[in-house]
């Protein structure tokens, strides 16, 4: 008789807590824009690895222990607000939810591409999900209606709410513009998270927009057309969002209408 199993990949063994433990090197890359004499250059720092330790309380004890002028981003701790994101071994996560015992014992950081650096492995992610969010507008238009708050939303259809939240999921982390090839090469790309912000309001029956609004906000090199299918941004999102299909739907959508 045969059997199904799950083929889910199995989780990494957590070693006994009397087992030796690693010494981990850290290579984090250092450099101050603000300094005038400030060189961008790879410092080491060696650490013994706990069971249990993600690069966040690496870095919190590598800051508190040898080097307190290290500056890196943190506020949650759970995954959940996005600052904690930067490049480990070359592709980028978030340090939060990073276990050392997944990484090899030469492991190194450094900041977000595409960000504003603010110092060593600090980039200025708001800044920029800013700017895209007011360009894109990301938020429900009524076409100028008087919002009755004393008035209930109508009724949707619970499988479209859930198609609606999950794209909200979005914790705005920046690693999918980090992984982007396009986002090196165009300065004005909106990215997969420009690109989902649209797709969900896109699919939000209270916004008001027609296809040819979206057109107008994505419908170019700097949007869904500009995106060349690498899918880097899929491969990184920590929270796993189907950010290639919204991609594609956004292009069908587009087609459909005769717009492109």
Known sequence: MSSVTDSAPPKAAIPPADAPRRMLHFHVLRHDPQDPVSIPHFEVFELEEAPGMTLFIALNEIREQLDPSLAFD??????????????????????????????????????????????????????????????????????????????????????????????????????????????????????????????????????QRTDQDFYELVGNDDGVFGCMTLLGCHDVCPKQLPLQTQIAYLRRKMVKAGLY
């Not at 959940?80 to 492991?107: F, H, K, W, Y």
């Not at 450094?110 to 920029?128: M, Q, Y």
Request: charged letters at 25%; one cysteine or more; proline letters at 4%.
């Open 74 to 207: 943190f506020v949650c701790r759970a995954g959940i607000c996005g600052s904690c994101g930067m490049v480990v071994n070359g592709r980028p996560g978030l340090a939060c939810r990073t276990l050392t015992q997944d990484l090899p014992a030469e492991i190194s950081l450094a900041p977000l591409p595409a960000f504003e650096l603010i110092a060593d492995l600090s980039v200025n992610t708001g800044k920029w999900m800013r700017g895209m969010s007011e360009r894109l507008e990301t938020w429900v238009h009524s076409l100028g209606q008087e919002v009755d708050l004393a008035r209930l939303e109508e009724r949707m259809d619970p499988e479209l709410a859930d198609r609606i939240y999950e794209l909200d999921r979005c914790i705005e982390c920046g690693c999918c513009v980090a992984a982007c090839g396009t986002a090196r090469m165009r300065e004005d790309f909106v990215g997969a998270v420009g690109l989902n912000k649209i797709a969900r309001f896109a699919l939000d029956p209270r916004d």
